[in-house]
C-alpha cells in the first residue's frame, strides 16, 4: 500500500491499519481471557460483499462492543469459526469497517480521539446534547459521511442512539437504509454490560459469559416499505421490541437465573 494512501475521511491507512494492531492486541484478553465471548454466525460474515453493507446492534457500552465485533469480522474474514483464537487475524485487518458515534463522545478525551482515527463516522445526536435533551436538525453533512462509509466499506451502528435496553429505534436509521440500500445485518449482544464500566473500557466483572450473536441479513423491499415498517423490523431483529419484555412463568425464571450464574461463573 503506498505510505500515504489515504480512506474517504482523510486517515492514512498505515496508521489506521497499527493502530487497530495495537488496539487488538490490547483488548483481545477482555474477550478470550478475562471473560469469554460465545459467538454465533460468524460464518455469514464471510458471505457479505466488501461494501455498502451496515451492521445493526442493541448497545450496552460506547467502547466494548465495537472493539469485540472488529475482532470477531476481521477473525471470521480469517477463516475462524465463532472464536477470536490465535489473534494473528488483527495483523491484516479489514481497512474499511466504520462505526457511528456521537460527535461529542469521539472528542471527549485523547483515547477516544485515538478509537476515532480507527474507523468512528462521528455524527451530531439531534435528541441529546452535553446530558441534557434537545432538539436540533439532522445535519446533512453526517447524513453524507454515513453514505460515504458505506460506499467504501462496512458501517455498525446502534440504532437506539444509547446504551439503555429497550430504549426506542431512532427512525434516522431507517431513513439510512431507504437512502442507500444496504444490506442489513442484525447483531444482538449481551454480557457487555455485565463485565465493562459504561466506557468499556475498564473491566468491571471478571468471568462473564459474553454473547454475539450474528444473524441473517434482513429482508427490506426499499422502494416500497415505509420507515414505521422498517423501525418495527430493526425492533424485532436486534431483540429491543417491547414484546421482549414478557413476562416470565417461574421455569423461565428458575432456567434464567441459571443461566446468570453461568455467565457470571463460567470455568
Known amino acids: 500500500m503506498p505510505l500515504f494512501k489515504r480512506n474517504p475521511f482523510g486517515h492514512i491507512l498505515w ?6 494492531r495495537i488496539l487488538g492486541i490490547i483488548s483481545h484478553g477482555r474477550y478470550r481471557r478475562f471473560n469469554e465471548l460465545q459467538i ?12 455498502n453493507v451496515l451492521f445493526i446492534s442493541n448497545h450496552q457500552t ?5 472493539a469485540a ?8 474474514l480469517k477463516g475462524r469459526i465463532d472464536n477470536i483464537k490465535n489473534i494473528g487475524y488483527i495483523w491484516h485487518p479489514k481497512l474499511n ?3 457511528i458515534a456521537a460527535g461529542e463522545t469521539m472528542r471527549s478525551g485523547l483515547l477516544p480521539k485515538i478509537f476515532a482515527y480507527t474507523g468512528s463516522v462521528s ?6 446534547s452535553g446530558g441534557k435533551n434537545i432538539n436540533r436538525q439532522v445535519k446533512l453533512s453526517d447524513i453524507s459521511n454515513i453514505g460515504k462509509a458505506l460506499d467504501d466499506g462496512w458501517v455498525v451502528t446502534f440504532p437506539q442512539g444509547t446504551t439503555t435496553a429497550f430504549k426506542p429505534i431512532r427512525r434516522g436509521t431507517a431513513h439510512i437504509i431507504k437512502t442507500y440500500k444496504p444490506i442489513v445485518v442484525p447483531i444482538v449482544i449481551d454480557g457487555f454490560r455485565r463485565s465493562f464500566d459504561k466506557k468499556g473500557l475498564q473491566i468491571k466483572k471478571r468471568n462473564v459469559l459474553q454473547s454475539m450473536i450474528i444473524k441473517e441479513p434482513l429482508e427490506i423491499d426499499y422502494e416500497n416499505e415505509n420507515i414505521q415498517s422498517i423501525v418495527e423490523k430493526i425492533e424485532y431483529a436486534i431483540e429491543q421490541h417491547p414484546s ?9 425464571i428458575k432456567e434464567q437465573e441459571e443461566l446468570n450464574e453461568k455467565r457470571k461463573f463460567w470455568c
Not at 460506547?62 to 465495537?66: G, S
Request: proline share 4%; no cysteine; glycine share 2%.
Open 123 to 128: 455524527i451530531d445526536r439531534t435528541w441529546r
Open 15 to 20: 496508521i489506521k491499519k497499527w493502530l487497530i
Open 40 to 51: 454465533e454466525g460468524s460464518e455469514i460474515i464471510r458471505q457479505l460483499p466488501d461494501q
Open 69 to 76: 465485533m472488529f475482532h470477531v469480522f476481521n477473525a471470521a
Open 97 to 99: 469497517i466504520y462505526y
Open 62 to 66: 460506547y467502547f466494548a462492543d465495537v
Open 244 to 252: 421482549f419484555l414478557k413476562v416470565l412463568t417461574p421455569l423461565q
